[in-house]
């Protein structure tokens, strides 16, 4: 079990990255294009971009899902008591959860 649940994180941090990447990347240039407009002409406009609901969900459950599969390799691979791995685990996924979920209910009702 615990061979599947690090192989099944992995899959999942690996899987996540590059959107997480582009989608960090997009946040980055639309917001240096918004600071310095003259200077910077990458996107016709970089504001609604920059504040779209769709991407700021997407980031979100995607960093959440990254952070997590994250989480559990870590754990995995540094904690050897079983207890003390799961508990660990369990607390730092439960504050991560709560945060990206009010961060989503947060950009839904807005």
């Not at 590059?18 to 407009?37: E, F, H, R, S």
């Amino acid at each position: 079990m615990r061979l599947a649940k690090a192989y099944i994180a992995l899959v999942l941090a690996e899987a996540t990255s590059i959107p997480l990447l582009l989608l960090a990347a997009l946040y980055i240039l639309t917001g240096y294009q918004m600071l310095y407009p003259d200077k910077l002409r990458l996107f016709p406009n970089p504001t609604a971009l920059h504040t779209d609901k769709v991407l700021r969900i997407a980031t979100t459950v995607l960093a959440m899902l990254h952070s997590s599969a994250g989480i559990v390799l870590l754990c995995e691979r540094r904690i050897r008591n079983r207890l003390a791995r799961e508990v660990i685990e369990t607390i730092v996924l439960l504050l991560l959860i709560t945060t990206c979920t009010t961060l989503l209910i947060t950009d839904i009702t807005r």
